[in-house]
């Protein structure tokens, strides 16, 4: 007679020593180290700490490490290591108009208060495949340059002297902690770029493409996209001084989109605003775009049912942890359910036969 | 630069005070004051039986989907005086029931079970068990989609209307439809029921066999759903019943075949295919109840 399978509990115990095997790989190359992936994958330990909303490199990097480089397994790691963290307190909002700026450039303007820097970037290089980095050959040397240490305004504030741009309103609105309260709909517009600065770059790529080739079209210009370290500061109640407890890197982006006026507003440009952990383009450009795209009731738009302008299905997809999560679910035994089915599809199908 | 390297620490503190390494987490891994939040969403819950109480769910080792929406419940509910059950398609031993049961070993030493009558709380994934539940049992159910009007109407700010106006019409129409198709309501599994007279909810994916059992129990249950950040329960002694029309009663078929090992014929079995020639064996999917019935 047919035993049921049994014994899963050794069988998960060898998977995972499977899995810890091939992790490793060959054991005649050099183990890969933290250091390592922290200093030569930063973009992928930026986009970890980014999605993982967990600004720590060797975490990052220890995630990476552990999930083989799938990065969508190593944001779950943080994710999960995340919400473990006491929370001792809010800190202030980043100031990023005092940014130490490694690349500042702005689409809009030839010439601006601050110049075009344009950094470390893969724009304008050759897609060509270096085989030097084979044999680890010589690394140009990039010429040296004091940082910069004075300010630079941000672009969109010519704009908005001119009146030109809609201008931003401060509500005094404590912001909700989208990690520490359910999301509810409609959300504001603090929850939504809470939520989309910590969605799958992927998502958010593909949606602002779609308001590109026009599902709810929106011309942007890059008004501003700066890289660089902002300081995090914490004000320490009992002794009431504020103190600089960390540096980080973190992207901006102000895109500047048209919008022809209504009867009660003159024609204007608006702004979409994209920030993330890390030097991110791709993802903080993508932000700017949907949240723009998302803001079309507060400007009075139409809304043309695009899939960038639903904030319930954006906000309710938009998280690569709770995608996943709930698609690779469905290699979890279905038996009872697959029955249950079967049985129905057999009674349809009998009746069908009789009837015929 | 910044030194935060808190892995470091967690090995420090393994190798000078000698714990094992899961306690360095609380007891059933949540901290308190996540339990204390949850256990507001579940007293909540209770008082109005069948709303979907949302709750601000924590980001659990294991994935979404996975049964952290149950896991979340457990662990605010879990004592250390309790008993701990956890059940997969009705088996203590498919791999995600092994996997929880361990979660909750290795953080919080419970004492665990696969004795139905011996628990104090069970976890459930897509089963409620053939022996039925006893008063001060708490019965957790893990819930992947826990609104039954989603398949109609995806939009949660549209649900939550229809659910306060109790605008179920849809959902019948629904059901009429699949008769007027086929003769049958096309439901075989998370067959929606109404709790208390008042709400439809959503009985996490059991089979409709089991739905009656689900009806005027004297055990408490619960039902999370972590990724959907839901939470919703059915008070001890309440009405749940499956949603029907009086010419169309609901029927909570099952396999007609008795189980291949214990005999039984009123238990929900598992089909398994026994021969490359599709020669097919039914058995309970209720380990528990068949060992027991077998050992008779």
Same mark, same amino acid.
């Given at each position: 007679m047919y035993v049921a399978v049994k014994g899963g509990e050794k069988a998960i115990e060898n998977a995972h020593n499977w899995l810890s095997e091939i992790r490793r790989?060959?054991?005649?190359?050099p183990n890969l180290e933290i250091d390592q992936i922290k200093e030569q994958l930063t973009l992928s330990v930026e986009r970890v700490m980014s999605e993982g909303s967990l600004y720590d490199t060797d975490l990052a990097a220890l995630a990476i490490k552990q999930s083989r480089g799938d990065l969508i397994e190593a944001i779950f790691l943080i994710r999960a290591y995340r919400t473990t963290l006491p929370r001792f307190g809010t800190s202030p909002p980043i100031k990023t108009e005092d940014m130490v700026c490694m690349r500042r450039i702005s689409a809009?303007?030839?010439?601006? @208060?601050g110049k075009q820097k344009l950094g470390?970037?893969?724009?304008?290089?050759?897609?060509?495949?270096?085989?030097?980095l084979l044999a680890e050959g010589n690394i140009p040397k990039a010429e040296k340059r004091k940082v910069l240490k004075e300010k630079i305004p941000h672009v969109l504030r010519f704009l908005n002297k001119e009146g030109l741009i809609q201008k931003e309103k401060n509500n005094n609105y404590q912001p909700k902690d989208i990690t520490r309260n359910p999301l509810e709909f409609p959300a504001n517009r603090s929850e939504r770029l809470q939520s989309l600065s910590r969605a799958d770059e992927g998502f958010l790529l593909a949606l602002a493409y779609s308001t590109q080739r026009g599902y709810a079209r929106n011309h942007a210009f890059v008004g501003e996209l700066r890289i660089g370290y902002v300081k995090v500061k914490y004000n320490i @109640?009992?002794?009431d001084i504020e103190i600089d407890i960390a540096e980080i890197i973190v992207t901006e982006c102000e895109s500047v989109n048209q919008f022809q006026g209504s009867k009660k507003t003159p024609a204007q440009f608006t702004r979409g605003y994209g920030l993330t952990f890390g030097q991110l383009e791709r993802k903080a450009v993508s932000m700017a775009l949907v949240d723009r795209a998302l803001r079309w009731k507060e400007i009075g738009e139409?809304?043309?049912?695009?899939p960038a302008q639903d904030e319930e299905f954006v906000l309710s997809h938009c998280d690569n942890i709770q995608a996943t999560g709930f698609l690779e679910h469905?290699?979890?035994?279905h038996y009872v359910d697959f029955q249950s089915e079967l049985e129905l599809v057999r009674r349809i199908r009998k009746e069908y036969e009789k009837n015929k | 630069m910044r030194k935060t390297n808190n892995v470091i620490k967690i090995k420090d503190f393994k190798v000078d005070?000698?714990?094992?390494?899961?306690?360095?987490?609380?007891f059933a891994y949540l901290d308190e004051n996540t339990k204390k939040m949850i256990r507001r969403a579940i007293i909540k819950a209770l008082c109005i039986p069948g709303y979907q109480v949302p709750f601000a769910s924590r980001e659990m080792p294991?994935?979404?989907?996975?049964g952290t929406g149950g896991v979340q419940v457990t662990a605010s509910c879990l004592t250390k005086r309790d008993t701990l059950k956890i059940i997969d398609q009705g088996a203590d031993d498919t791999t995600n029931a092994v996997s929880i049961r361990n979660f909750f070993k290795k953080t919080s030493n419970i004492k665990t079970t696969e004795i139905t009558e011996k628990a104090t709380l069970i976890q459930t994934r897509h089963r409620i068990p053939e022996t039925p539940l006893k008063k001060k049992q708490i019965f957790v159910y893990q819930v992947?989609?826990?609104?039954?009007l989603a398949f109609l109407e995806p939009k949660v700010s549209e649900t939550i209307k229809m659910h306060s106006l109790s605008e179920y019409g849809a959902m019948h129409v629904k059901l009429y439809e699949d008769i007027s198709k086929?003769?049958?309501?096309?439901?075989?599994?998370?067959y929606p029921v109404k709790t208390n007279d008042r709400y439809i909810m959503d009985?996490?994916?059991?089979?409709?066999?089991?739905?009656?059992?689900?009806?005027?129990?004297p055990a408490i249950q619960l039902f999370g759903a972590g990724r959907e950040q839901r939470i919703y329960a059915i008070p001890p002694y309440t009405k749940v019943k499956s949603l029907d029309f009086e010419d169309y009663p609901f029927d909570p078929f099952k396999a007609e075949h008795a189980c291949?090992?214990?005999?039984?014929?009123n238990t929900y079995l598992d089909e398994i295919i026994v021969d490359d020639a599709g020669n097919k064996s039914f058995i309970c999917s209720d380990t528990d109840f068949c060992n027991k019935r077998k050992n008779k």
């Open positions: 790989g060959d054991v005649n190359v809009t303007y030839k010439d601006i @208060p470390p970037t893969f724009d304008y290089t050759h897609r060509l495949l270096d085989f030097s @109640p009992e002794l139409e809304f043309v049912g695009a469905l290699k979890l035994p | 005070k000698g714990l094992p390494f899961d306690q360095e987490y609380n294991m994935p979404y989907g996975w992947p989609i826990p609104e039954p086929n003769g049958h309501i096309e439901t075989a599994y998370a009985p996490s994916p059991i089979p409709k066999f089991d739905n009656p059992k689900m009806n005027n129990s291949d090992i214990c005999g039984s014929k």
